[in-house]
């Protein structure tokens, strides 16, 4: 079994507040993050922006493997995931993640390229773990 970690700091009220995040690794250290930055374009990180990138991050990984298992070879692949954080009746929630993808893949026509995409988004381990609706647009280059 793999473990990682992310932490989080909040100090102060939700509007007044600031936060800092980190990863086990380092890539992330103390980011600040608010609610200026997540709730009024405030420039700076938020929750939605990095479960969008490590979406994005583990869908290109796995769609490399499924190319792979497949007999491909992608020679780029460009991911996007759009994470959706809207209100609802009980609070906020995260209703969609939309995952664009755009691969250099040769030898491969669309129609394969598309199924291949599709089998991804659903077996990519961080779309696993997310409980909304997961969009998909693919793109060969």
């Not at 009220?13 to 609610?35: I, P, R």
């Not at 009024?40 to 583990?58: K, Q, T, V």
Request: aromatic fraction near 6%; include cysteine.
């Amino acid at each position: 079994m793999i473990r990682k970690y992310g932490t989080a700091n909040w100090q102060g009220t939700l509007k007044e507040g600031t936060g800092s995040v980190s990863t086990e690794s380092g890539a992330l250290k103390n980011v600040n993050y608010g609610f200026q930055k997540r709730f009024e374009g405030e420039p700076g990180s938020n929750p939605e922006e990095m479960l969008g990138a490590a979406h994005a991050s583990c869908f290109a990984m796995a769609l490399s493997l499924e190319l792979g298992n497949a007999g491909y070879t992608a020679d780029n692949i460009d991911a996007k995931t759009t994470v959706s954080l809207e209100q609802v009746d009980d609070g906020f929630a995260i209703t969609k993640a939309d995952i664009s993808v755009t691969a250099t893949v040769p030898g491969i026509d669309d129609a394969e390229f598309q199924k291949i995409a599709e089998a991804t988004s659903k077996g990519c381990p961080v779309s696993k773990v997310l409980s909304c609706d997961i969009g998909l647009e693919a793109k060969l280059a």
